[in-house]
């Protein structure tokens, strides 16, 4: 356990020393937010931009506080995707490419601490970005539309979460069996991709698949009702993140650190 | 009392069989040097006592290891390019590898600066890796490689990348090492072998075609050899001293005649007679021993 949170410790530090605690909270807020601040300005933007030819009379209806909120956070299941494979791809890819993974491994470690300690590390940062970057975009949906019961809000977020933690564990899968963190963190995308295009293609099948999951949060949004599926969809998910995390640290452990 | 002990160790790459069958034993307190041409396997060896690397066959046994003890705790090791968390200081590293080594906060830290000074880096203990020049990186390597006190410490090409002042500074360090623990280190440089160790592996073709003492090697391969130069050509001379009775081999290089001799001191009066006699026009002469460079040749070239 002490091994453990020493090598938790290191990949906080070292997130702090590369300012990754600053940049993905940053990110994150400034997607979610730009939403409702889009949607609130958007009279006056258009107006600055020279405005509409007089006499064109269009209706934009305003969008109620829960579309706005959806679109905030759904930005997170695109870019927000992007940003925390690009950041986890080169987690254990990366350091066994350099050698320094070879270096620590030599030593006395446990390769499941190894890996478990960064996945963790990631696994912070995730849910601190998220909650940050969330609540700030619920904060301005809240002013300059209407306020959304934080329950409500705190369980769509929860669910949003859970689909990226599928993401990040997935990215350390992929950077646990590749060498290339490049090639991983393109797998990670090309499989997240497939994945929710087959799940929406087929959504009456696959109720239960983890990418349904940031459905369920809109759902929840809209109707202030937790969907039937939420709950077991949730717990499937939670049982890929844990089958991944330990495939990665199988695989880790087979395959030679040094080639 | 042997430390570890190998036997038929193997390993092929793709169907390439790069290490064939070999057998040493390592004896504790002693230090060994793993010898040889570049590519004959020094490194895939070290690997492989490591645990970095899986045999293809054959078994290595630490006689100290007590039943399902991990190895790693045994052995430190400093691969060639030694790599570490940039970002880090020496001192955050070193404290790093002993925390993950299982000592406790301030343990760690009093035994990486004990270390640092060791190796001649403490001034440097605060700056970030990523300003060490690559003399200090080695030395850095040999301080984490030491930090859990191993009993055996396995060096892959500790001094080949560094510069004479630095190779000096290392290898100094390694001569106090001996005192405190096991070290095998391969190198294809064999002065540094000659000057510090106290066995010789000579790897070949994944093989190990001599081992021993130095003081084995150099009874093995002994043979008395004095060495003449003359001004101009010395090939007309050299059949003089090949047909003395006290010849046993001739080879000529240019001005130079070497001849092995089976004694050395009857030889040396002979030879010296029959030049002052025949007014050879000497400018040196020299009784040498056979060099460890001699052995390298003889076993590597056959």
Redesign the interface.
Known sequence: MNQWLTLFQKELIEMWRNFKWIWVPITFILLGVSEPLSSYYMPQIIDSLGGLPEGTVIEIPPPTASEVLIQGLSQYTTIGVLIIVLSTMAILAGERKSGVAAMILVKNVSYFSFVTAKWAGGLLLLWLSLLIGSIATWYYTGILFDWIPIDVFFQSYFLYGLWLTVVLTLTVFFSASLLTPGIAGFNSLAVVFIFTIVTGALSNWLEWSPSQLTNYANEMLLSRGTPDDALPASLLTLACIIILLWLSVLIFRKKELAS | MPLIQISHLKKSFKGTEVIKGINFRLDKGKCIALLGPNGAGKTTTL?ML?????PTDGTIIFTDAKKGE?I??L?G?L?Q?????E?MSGLEFLS??G????LGRGEAKARSLELLKLVGILEAKNRRIAKYSGGMKQRLGIA?ALI?RPQLIMLDEPVSALDPIGRREVLDLLEGLKKETTILFSTHILNDAEEICDEILFLHNGKIVESGSMVELRERHQQPKIDLFFTGKSLEYADIFSNHKLTHSISVEGNKVSVFVTNIVLARQAFLRLISEQNMPLEKFEVSSMTLEDVFMKVVGK
Do not use: C, K, N, T
Request: charged residues 25%; aromatic residues 24%.
């Open positions: 690997r490591s645990g970095l690397m899986e991990d790693r705790e052995i090791y691969p390019f030694p790599v570490f968390y970002w790093y590898a925390r993950l080594a299982g984490q859990h």
